[in-house]
């Protein structure tokens, strides 16, 4: 019980060593914070900062571009969420069967996430190029109708999204198969006696014991595709008409292009919003799991 | 499991299996095609590249166009940029993090609980929210930077950087599970708690710093929202803006954008093969907090 109380010389070693973190916390993310919640009642500029109140968030809601990034956002992230989570489920449920060539698989399935969205960027903008890419040749190859992809409205904003989904499902993959591989094996050799396949034996053992496993996959992804910048600028810059301009996106278009940096921190202040939102309910109900 | 073989397949089942397979040939055809054409195309010549027809392979390949790739622009100065800011923010990140990882796991003080739960609250908070402040404040840094500040300086490009709290949260829960003997034992012996963590912590943090060294790498190699943000012209361009600059010109030569693309990757896919291990276990850490 010699830790009861506090040692003055231990405090004074915690401080001392935590110091150069605390410095840098304070400056680059507790600061910011505050003065990004602070811009975004200003008319920010970069030269003078005026306070006027809410009257950002109230241009907010009659922005019809953000408005359109707002929901261009959430699809994005909808539906990366959800074909994420379900697919990375799939993959990670054959691969913990030990196939052979496990290793290899499991390598390709992470290589895209290993490498940088602006690679990935680069590599997708050539194989959706609608004079030469890719998808263009191989579709005239089968004698189908080659497409416009990203300069088509109605559907450049599900091409970024099918790039989000190549490149992350590995990482679910990975989290699922490690969430899989802490089941005890005789759960399924006692399901396998008392006659249950391989089908039920998925569903009855296998998805509830992996809820927790699953609800951070659901969280992470979630936040990140409400953070989803690079694709956009690197591919799209938010064209045709705004389809697939996000979020973050205009907070670097009215930020960086056109230095309505007070305008642009609301935006980010309802950014933070949606994604401690996310973040919170993550953390709550890990706790209630664990 | 084991004891499958022995039995009869039952009919559902083989069902099962069916879907499966064709799951895993899409699966390895959609992973797959994507680095395969990145490479092909990066070996065929423009002629080949605007052809109409779909070929899986170059007709004889093209191997200078990765020298004629690293030599539109200045790649040396590009590598060198960003192997520096990546170098750096390794190493002082590494150390701070794991200083202050200490802290939290072993020494008691007062406000420990609190503090803590400050750096989770922190490691919530999108980078893009705090986009707008980080660059105003180190442009305010005239003293040091001159008129502009440390925007457009290696200073502005690293010291956010360092800033991560993800690295204090993996190194805490990494030394939770020293024993506590080893403090007790080096507080005998009369050494301080900073002389505890170097000499006996910090050569025990192979493992740990590892997987955070390769993590880290990864996301400061292959960054690219801040160098965007911050640098400006070419003394300070990354690998990752860099590659960006081949769709600005008029012609997009696909051939020497694949072939930069897979160079600039190279290193991070060098890390992931040999260090598989290590990236692999990081991404699992990170996943199993709270």
Redesign the interface.
């Known amino acids: 019980m010699q ?1 009861a109380r ?1 040692r003055a ?3 004074r ?6 110091a ?3 410095v ?2 304070a ?7 505050v ?2 919640i602070y ?1 975004s009642f200003t008319d ?1 500029n ?1 030269n003078t900062a005026n306070f006027i109140g809410l009257r950002n968030y109230e241009r907010l809601t009659r922005d019809p571009v953000f408005g359109m990034a707002f929901v261009n956002t959430c699809v994005y992230a909808l539906i990366s969420v959800t074909l994420l989570f379900f697919l990375g489920f ?2 990670a449920a ?1 691969l913990n069967r030990g196939l052979r060539g496990v290793a290899g ?1 499991r ?6 996430y ?7 960027s ?6 959706f ?1 609608v ?2 890419g ?1 998808f263009n ?2 579709l ?2 089968m004698g189908a109708q080659p497409s416009n992809w990203l300069f088509d409205p109605a559907i450049a904003l599900y091409c970024l999204i099918f790039v989000n989904v ?1 490149k992350n ?3 679910c993959m ?2 699922y198969l ?1 969430g899989m591989q802490t089941i005890e ?1 005789a759960l ?2 006692a399901a ?1 006696v008392d006659g249950a ?3 039920s034996r998925l569903v009855h053992i296998t998805l509830p014991m992996i809820r927790p ?1 699953a609800l ?1 996959v659901l969280i ?1 992804t979630m ?1 990140d595709a ?2 989803t ?2 694709q956009v ?2 591919m799209t810059r938010g064209d045709p008409m705004y389809t697939t301009t996000t979020i ?1 996106h205009q ?2 278009q009215q ?2 292009s056109d230095f309505r ?1 007070g305008y ?2 609301a935006m ?2 309802v ?2 919003v949606v ?2 939102a996310f ?1 919170g309910i993550g ?1 709550r109900f ?2 209630t799991y ?1 | 499991m084991h004891s499958r073989s022995v039995q009869a397949v039952p009919r559902g089942d083989r069902a099962f299996r069916i879907a499966q397979g064709m799951f895993l040939m899409v699966t390895v055809l959609v992973m797959a095609i994507p680095l395969v054409m990145m490479i092909t195309v990066s070996l065929q010549t423009m002629p080949e590249i605007y052809a109409s027809e779909f070929k899986l392979l170059p007709a004889a390949p093209q191997w200078h166009n990765y020298a004629d790739a690293m030599r539109n622009g200045d790649w040396p100065l590009y590598f060198k940029n960003s192997a520096i800011v990546s170098a750096i923010t390794l190493v002082a990140s590494l150390f701070i993090n794991a200083m202050a990882g200490y802290v939290f796991a072993r020494i008691p003080f007062r406000f420990r609980q609190a503090v803590f739960l400050i750096v989770l609250i922190g490691m919530m908070i999108p980078p893009q929210v705090t986009l707008i402040p980080v660059f105003t404040m180190l442009r305010s840094f005239t003293l040091f930077g001159g008129r502009s500040g440390l925007v457009n300086t290696y200073w502005g490009l690293v010291l956010p950087y360092i800033a991560g709290s993800f690295g204090v949260f993996l190194c805490r829960q990494y030394y939770q599970t020293f024993p506590m003997e080893i403090d007790d034992a080096a507080h005998m012996d009369g050494s301080t708690r900073f002389q505890a963590f170097l000499h006996i912590y910090l050569p025990l943090s192979g493992p740990v710093f590892a997987s955070l060294a390769v993590l880290k790498f990864a996301g400061t190699w292959n960054e690219y929202t801040w160098p965007l943000v911050v640098t400006s012209g070419e003394r300070l361009k990354t690998v990752q803006l860099a590659l960006t600059a081949f769709r600005n010109e008029g012609e997009i030569f696909w051939n020497q954008l694949m072939a930069a693309t897979l160079v600039v990757e190279i290193p991070i896919y060098l890390v992931f093969l040999f260090a598989q291990k290590h990236f692999v276990q990081g991404l699992l850490m990170g996943s199993v907090k709270a």
Not at chain 1, 107 to 112: D, N, R, T
Not at chain 1, 114 to 120: E, I, L, W
């Open positions: 830790r506090f010389r231990d405090t070693a915690a401080w001392g060593m935590l150069p973190f605390l840098f916390f400056l680059f993310i507790a600061y910011p914070m003065m990004s811009y920010y970069l799939i993959t054959i698989l390598m390709l399935m992470l290589y895209p290993a490498t940088s969205m602006t690679a990935v680069m590599i997708f903008l050539m194989l190029d004079n030469n890719v040749k191989i005239r190859m190549w499902i590995g990482y990975l989290i490690s094996p399924y050799e396998t396949g391989e089908w496993v951070f992470t936040v409400f953070k910048f690079e600028q690197i973050v907070i670097y930020g960086f940096m642009a921190s980010a202040v950014l933070l994604v401690l973040s953390l890990n706790k664990a």
